[in-house]
């Protein structure tokens, strides 16, 4: 079992700066991916970053690159969602997940990212 626990949300101006976290408890986190989605009110989920948990392999998706950053850090267990320039349609709730890239097996509860224009 994994367990994650996402906070860091809140609201911010557009054009702000967030860093989310993800901490990870467990005994088998290490051997995932954990990956950041983000779901708008009456959208669709979808992937935002990812990173292995062993090794420097780091993903994003297009409408984020350059704007936010992900990274881990190993002593607490932590990944974090660095975001940077938020603009009004990153509002969204944020969630963790570790599973493979692009898919979680197990879930945070989602952080709230409000971004006022």
């Known amino acids: 079992q994994v367990q994650l626990v996402e906070s860091g949300g809140g609201l911010v101006q557009t054009g702000g700066s967030l860093r989310l976290s993800c901490a990870a408890s467990?005994?088998?986190?290490?051997?995932?991916?954990i990956n950041w989605f983000r779901q708008a009110p009456g959208k669709e989920r979808e992937f935002v970053a990812a990173?292995?948990?062993?090794?420097?392999?780091?993903y994003y998706a297009d409408s984020v690159k350059g704007r936010f950053t992900i990274s881990r850090d190993y002593v607490k267990n932590t990944v974090y969602l660095q975001m940077n320039s938020l603009k009004p349609e990153d509002t969204a709730v944020y969630s963790c997940a570790a599973g493979v890239l692009g898919t979680g097996d197990y879930w945070g509860q989602g952080t709230q990212v409000t971004v006022s224009s």
């Open positions: 990173i292995r948990w062993s090794g420097d392999n780091t």
């Open positions: 467990g005994r088998t986190f290490t051997r995932y991916i």
